[in-house]
């Protein structure tokens, strides 16, 4: 597929990987100038509607999430036959690559790594996504190992607080939850049970289960005692072994109930493992788990059929559940509920009589899909009303308000009144083909848009400073407020400055020279590129200028190959002060001046930074803009 351009617009570069529907490739967008990843559905499943259905869904779901831990979509189309996807791309690795690796990971790392999952598994769950298949596979580690969650290819949207599988299992087998193995209802909390996996990986460096099937791994997360972080890696801090057991506990009532609570009991591992406080057990609320350890390298995804594996996997009877013999129980502990429930209702009636009635409390439904909230009220003796609202940052059917608020008194049988969000609302895309640029700012803002980048070139015969080309042309429908992208027609005395890094200088006065520009001042500083070579233009590439116009650049001197090459790792914590610190390490060489790292941060983190340098290297720690530190390496 090498050179082939997809949607007009996107250039196939190289295979990235495959997968069990798809296969992805690098791309660059020939509009936006960026590369950008491709996920292209396999010829063989483009006639079959189920498979089109679940690639659409995928696009779908990934595109309601915005997170700086989620891998964004930016596209959705078809070419001829392929159906495809259009995805940032992430320069890195996966998680499973660093741990093949390194092994075992530092734990604050790994605490670092699993608090970014968290964060995007929370955003995801909030708007009513279940990832399905967390494994250190689906997640991306940029240049500076932040983590970024890919492959939303088997979640499911839902509209109440859990879901099902029926027929089969689907997932990776070592990070399946007990309830996806089971096939019972499964919610947020089972994506949970699989980042307690990779944590539990990226801490020991291997799986907790191993077999020679794997339907047998699937069996050991139902009935197999699980091992402890370090009877595997004694030198595992107490407190992440114990983070660990609650987010693999096999009962959910003794998991995480949200990612939310995992994110805070991971936020005081680090703050433990920085030292800012000591670790207590009496501090948390921990399970205790007394769970035998083993490895394996088995880690497909896999789609278990109960009719094959009938013998070997726990019963179930047709509603889903785990065991008849359970279900009877739970029957006679809710005919038993009920019977009391209902006693209470009859001398409730007696107490309080007819007139009045008693008074309630108000539970907090805010948060909750319709449903829910309808049984909570329902439980609490309450009514409801719905009004709708489009609200961008809540998920549909998800209650964003109600009126009385929680907690307050009010008697039974109350209509409380949700509103409830009808999700993002779309808007018809207008033509800005022959405006101009003011017209068209006026053109979005009335119709509730937003202007994007803007970018110039020259056609011939077109009017000049009208608008040639937008991003998304009508008819089609976005989310209001989306920005869109424009090119513009320059006049014919203007020209776009090309892009002249990397050029040699003669190379670049040619450029120039042939687009009516004039090469201005050649200033040399001391690089590691190629002598000769450009690094720095005034004005910047893409700009728009007038023939004529004096370009200056900055080119490399060479340093000398003689002179020693390092390259080593540094650590560094984040001294005591505000709770954002914009922390910049700097390295200073024989090459220059350059930052290395640049994020912000609280105090007590600590940061672990790779330093290559030349000749003589020292190493410069600022915290929000003030030098705190020094090295020389």
Do not use: W
């Given at each position: 597929?090498?050179?082939?351009?997809?949607?007009?617009?996107?250039?196939?570069?190289?295979?990235?990987?495959?997968?069990?529907?798809?296969?992805?490739?690098?791309?660059?967008?020939?509009?936006?100038?960026?590369?950008?990843?491709?996920?292209?559905?396999?010829?063989?499943?483009?006639?079959?509607?189920?498979?089109?259905?679940?690639f659409r869904q995928e696009a779908q779901s990934a595109a309601r999430l915005i997170h700086p831990n989620i891998v964004n979509v930016y596209d959705v189309g078809r070419d001829d036959d392929s159906y495809y996807?259009?995805?940032?791309?992430?320069?890195?690795?996966?998680?499973?690559?660093?741990?093949?690796?390194?092994?075992?990971?530092?734990?604050?790392?790994?605490?670092?790594?699993?608090?970014?999952?968290?964060?995007?598994?929370?955003?995801?769950?909030?708007?009513?996504?279940?990832?399905?298949?967390?494994?250190?596979?689906?997640?991306?580690?940029?240049?500076?190992?932040?983590?970024?969650?890919?492959?939303?290819?088997?979640?499911?949207?839902?509209?109440?607080?859990?879901?099902?599988?029926?027929?089969?299992?689907?997932?990776?087998?070592?990070?399946?939850?007990?309830?996806q193995v089971r096939g019972e209802k499964i919610s947020a909390q089972s994506d949970l049970y699989s980042l307690g996996i990779l944590l539990f990986e990226m801490l020991t460096g291997c799986l907790p289960y191993t077999a020679e099937t794997p339907v047998a791994v699937a069996l050991m997360h139902v009935r197999e005692r699980m091992p402890l972080v370090r009877e595997v890696n004694s030198e595992v801090p107490a407190v992440l072994e114990k983070v660990v057991a609650k987010a693999l506990a096999k009962d959910k009532e003794e998991r995480y109930a949200s990612a939310d609570e995992f994110l805070q009991d991971l936020e005081y591992a680090a703050d433990v493992l920085s030292g800012n406080i000591e670790y207590n057990a009496k501090d948390r609320v921990f399970i205790a788990d007394d769970n035998p350890a083993a490895e394996t390298s088995l880690d497909e995804t896999i789609r278990i059929d109960r009719a094959a594996y009938a013998d070997q996997l726990p019963p179930r009877d047709e509603d889903g559940s785990a065991d008849k013999l359970e279900r009877k129980k739970r029957i006679k502990r809710w005919l038993i509920g009920a019977v009391v429930s209902a006693s209470f209702l009859i001398i409730g009636l007696f107490s309080f009589g007819v007139i009045g009635g008693p008074?309630?409390?108000?539970?907090?439904?805010?948060?909750?899909?319709?449903?829910?909230?309808?049984?909570?009220?329902?439980?609490?003796?309450?009514?409801?009303?719905?009004?709708?609202?489009?609200?961008?940052?809540?998920?549909?059917?998800?209650?964003?308000?109600?009126?009385?608020?929680?907690?307050?008194?009010?008697?039974?049988?109350?209509?409380i009144t949700l509103v409830v969000s009808k999700g993002v609302e779309l808007g018809d895309v207008p033509d800005l083909k022959g405006k101009r640029l003011t017209e068209a700012k006026a053109i979005l803002k009335s119709s509730r848009f937003e202007l994007g980048r803007v970018s110039y070139k020259y056609v011939s015969g077109a009017p000049e400073e009208t608008i040639l080309e937008q991003s998304v042309a009508p008819p089609a429908k976005l989310p209001i407020g989306t920005k869109l992208d424009v090119v513009i027609n320059i006049k014919s005395n203007q020209v776009v400055l090309p892009d002249l890094i990397g050029l040699s200088s003669t190379s670049a006065k040619n450029k120039l020279n042939d687009l009516g520009l004039v090469l201005g001042k050649v200033n040399t500083v001391v690089s590691k590129e190629p002598d000769n070579t450009v690094i720095e233009m005034n004005p910047a590439s893409k700009e728009v200028v007038n023939v004529g116009t004096v370009v200056d650049i900055t080119v490399s001197k060479n340093v000398d190959s003689t002179k020693p090459q390092q390259s080593q790792y540094v650590e560094?914590?984040?001294?005591?002060?505000?709770?954002?610190?914009?922390?910049?390490?700097?390295?200073?060489?024989?090459?220059?001046?350059?930052?290395?790292?640049?994020?912000?941060?609280?105090?007590?983190?600590?940061?672990?930074?790779?330093?290559?340098?030349?000749?003589?290297?020292?190493?410069?720690?600022y915290s929000n803009d003030k030098l705190v530190e020094e090295r020389s390496l």
């Open positions: 597929m090498e050179q082939k351009i997809i949607g007009n617009r996107y250039q196939i570069l190289d295979s990235i990987g495959t997968g069990g529907m798809a296969e992805v490739y690098k791309a660059f967008d020939t509009f936006l100038n960026r590369e950008v990843a491709v996920k292209i559905l396999r010829a063989q499943y483009t006639d079959d509607e189920g498979f089109v259905s679940r996807i259009i995805m940032e791309y992430v320069k890195g690795k996966t998680l499973k690559e660093l741990i093949s690796e390194v092994g075992a990971l530092d734990p604050m790392t790994a605490v670092i790594i699993a608090h970014g999952i968290a964060s995007a598994l929370k955003h995801a769950h909030s708007r009513g996504i279940i990832h399905c298949d967390i494994k250190p596979h689906n997640i991306l580690l940029d240049e500076n190992n932040n983590p970024k969650v890919a492959d939303f290819g088997i979640a499911r949207a839902i509209t109440t607080a859990t879901m099902t599988y029926t027929a089969s299992v689907v997932g990776s087998v070592h990070y399946l939850s007990p309830e008074e309630v409390e108000v539970p907090d439904v805010t948060g909750k899909t319709v449903v829910e909230a309808q049984n909570i009220l329902a439980q609490a003796k309450l009514g409801y009303t719905i009004d709708e609202e489009y609200n961008i940052k809540v998920a549909p059917g998800t209650v964003i308000s109600q009126n009385p608020g929680a907690k307050r008194m009010v008697k039974e049988g109350r209509k560094f914590i984040v001294p005591a002060g505000s709770d954002h610190q914009e922390i910049k390490i700097v390295v200073v060489d024989d090459a220059g001046s350059r930052i290395v790292y640049n994020n912000t941060h609280k105090p007590g983190v600590r940061l672990r930074q790779q330093i290559d340098g030349t000749g003589n290297i020292r190493v410069q720690f």
